[in-house]
Every structure is written in structure tokens, then in C-alpha cells.
């Protein structure tokens, strides 16, 4: 049996075929321009945000922080720009408080300087004048001009002392020294002048050694000034009381002496520059007012604290320092030394 019909053999077209192609890949390409789109879309917006950083940061607004997204090169960029930012921000500020160190050292000077300048021009022109009566108040006026001008380097050497250390960048140099044996030869040192004006003192110190990192040069700096202030200011046969002691973390000296009764309100201005209560500012005792500040801020350095407190008669001054972390593991090689 033979049946005989049309073929379905598959005609091949050249036409049809390269019109596929071509389809094919134009789809091809569309695809992986839409893809690449989506993938580098976030990284475009990215950079933009990194450059837009650094054109805040080019105009000073150095609190500002590029994000830091994923771990790849332009995250690594962004976290070098933030540490350079930061870099900048740290040498900005301390830059600007240098400047304020200076421009506050030159208001200190013009405001606190003027009084003894016009009494030194006001006796020097008597001298020069020749308004004087005889030698002896001609010798009057020269002392009482000597004098002023002591007082008035020993103003501008504090002065510049405190500036010296509300820098930045203040030098310190620590070492481990006996705080107690600092204690007792500070107060050998005053207990003449102490004895001289009628005053009792009483040391309680322990006989252990307290060690402790300082910079001992600025913290008998410290010592020093709350001393002479109890001399100048203890009442006539009064007492004085210098003591050390410890607790877990640290080292407290106390030094106290007899005075008049201090309010709350002028207690708190104390250690604040060039503040010198009533009586201080209406007696001759001489002093610029700078002295406790000078204390606190070498106290601070030493990450410390110092305070007042005021009892009837009784005016007491703490200092108090941290002992090192490592405390226990330095008493064990003082223990073999």
C-alpha cells in the first residue's frame, strides 16, 4: 500500500535564522544592562555619598563621618578619609585651644596687671619729681616700689605657668616616687615658718611607703602652694594638720588649717583663676589668686581630684590621686627591692 503526501521536512531560512540571532543576543545585551544597572547602582550612589563627605569635609565640617558600608575597597577608602578627618578635627581643636590660651593670657595680663603698674608709675613719678620730704621717705618710696615690683614678676611667672599647662600638649614626666616621704620633707621644710607665726602642726603619715607615679616636680608644685596658703592664711597660734592615707583605689592627702569661716558659695570659686576671697583681697598677704588653679589643673593631669571643705574655723584641702592599675603587681616588686 502506497499513500503518497506533502513533506514536513524543515525548510532551513538564512533570514529566520539571523533574525533569531540577532533577538538573542539584543536580548542578551538588554538583560546584562539591566543587571548591571541593579549592581552598580548602590556602588554609584555609594561614591556619590563618599564624595559629597569629602566636599563637607573640604569646608571644615570635620564632625561629619562617612558611613562605612560592606568590607571592599571604597568602604576601605571611607574609613582612611574618617581617620584623616579625624586627624584634622583633633589638630583643629588643638589648635584653637592654644589661640584661647593665648588670647585668655592676654586678657588675664591687661586686667590683672594694671593695678600694680599705676602704683609703680605713681611712685617712680613722686621720685622722679623729687615729692619726697626727706631721704627716709624717699627710701619709702623706692622699697614700696621694689616690693610692688616683685610681686608683680612673681604675677606674671604664675601666669605664665598656668598657660604653660592648660596647653594640650603638656610635658609630663611620671616616676614612681614615696608620696609619704614627699609629705615629710615638704613639712620639715615649712614647719620653721609654721613655728615662726605660732602655729602647731600635727603629721600623720604612715610609716609604709606609699608609691605612686607622678611628676614629681609639678606635684610639689601642688603641695607647696596649699602649704604656703596655710601659712599665709592660719589664725595667729592656730594649728595645722597634714595627713595621708589610702583606700582601694586612692591616695588621699588631707591639709588643714585654722581660718575664718568660709561660705559654701566662696568655697566653690576657690580654685577658680585669679579669685581671692575678701580677706585675702583686703590684707597685705600676698598672692595673685592663680595658685589653686595652677593646683588643679597639675591634679587633673594626674587624672586627680582636688576640693575644699569648710568647718567653723577649720579650712580643709584634699588631693587625691588614682593609684596604677597595676598596684598590686608593683607592691610585689617593691616587696623584692
Do not use: C
Amino acid at each position: 500500500l502506497i499513500i503518497e503526501g506533502p513533506s514536513f521536512d524543515p525548510i532551513f531560512s538564512p533570514n529566520r535564522y539571523i533574525y533569531q540571532v540577532y533577538m538573542g543576543l539584543g536580548g542578551s545585551v538588554l538583560i546584562f544592562f539591566v543587571l548591571f544597572l541593579l549592581w552598580t547602582r548602590p556602588i554609584t550612589r555609594y561614591i556619590k555619598q563618599i564624595e559629597e563627605g569629602i566636599n563637607r569635609i573640604v569646608n571644615k565640617d570635620w564632625t561629619y563621618s562617612i558611613p562605612v558600608k560592606g568590607k571592599n575597597e571604597l568602604s576601605f577608602l571611607a574609613k582612611n578619609i574618617n581617620w584623616m578627618t579625624e586627624q584634622m578635627r583633633k589638630r583643629f581643636e588643638k589648635e584653637r585651644k592654644v589661640e584661647q590660651a593665648k588670647n585668655e593670657l592676654i586678657t588675664n595680663l591687661s586686667h590683672d596687671l594694671r593695678t600694680p603698674l599705676t602704683s609703680i608709675i605713681g611712685y617712680l613719678t613722686l621720685v622722679k619729681d623729687k615729692q619726697y620730704k626727706n631721704s627716709e621717705e624717699l627710701e619709702k618710696y623706692i622699697q614700696t616700689t621694689y616690693g610692688i615690683s616683685f610681686k608683680l614678676k612673681n604675677l606674671l611667672d604664675e601666669l605664665f605657668e598656668y598657660t604653660k599647662l592648660s596647653l594640650p600638649d603638656v610635658d609630663m614626666q611620671f616616676q614612681e616616687v614615696d608620696l609619704g616621704g614627699v609629705l615629710y620633707q615638704l613639712a620639715g621644710e615649712y614647719t620653721p615658718m609654721f613655728e615662726n607665726r605660732g602655729l602647731s602642726v600635727k603629721v600623720e603619715i604612715p610609716d609604709e611607703a606609699v608609691f605612686i607615679s607622678l611628676d614629681i616636680e609639678k606635684m610639689i608644685r601642688v603641695f607647696d602652694n596649699l602649704l604656703s596658703n596655710a601659712e599665709k592664711y592660719s589664725h595667729e597660734s592656730g594649728d595645722i594638720e597634714i595627713d595621708l592615707y589610702t583606700n582601694d583605689k586612692q591616695v588621699i592627702t588631707r591639709i588643714s588649717n585654722t581660718t575664718d569661716q568660709i561660705n559654701s558659695e566662696e568655697l566653690s570659686y576657690l580654685f577658680d583663676k585669679f579669685y581671692r576671697m575678701d580677706k585675702a583681697r583686703s590684707s597685705e598677704v600676698a598672692g595673685s589668686g592663680i595658685g589653686l588653679s595652677i593646683a588643679k589643673r597639675i591634679v587633673e593631669l594626674h587624672q586627680g581630684e582636688i576640693w575644699a571643705e569648710s568647718e567653723k574655723e577649720k579650712i580643709t584641702m584634699y588631693v587625691a590621686l588614682p593609684f596604677p592599675h597595676d598596684k598590686e603587681e608593683k607592691e610585689i616588686i617593691y616587696e623584692d627591692l
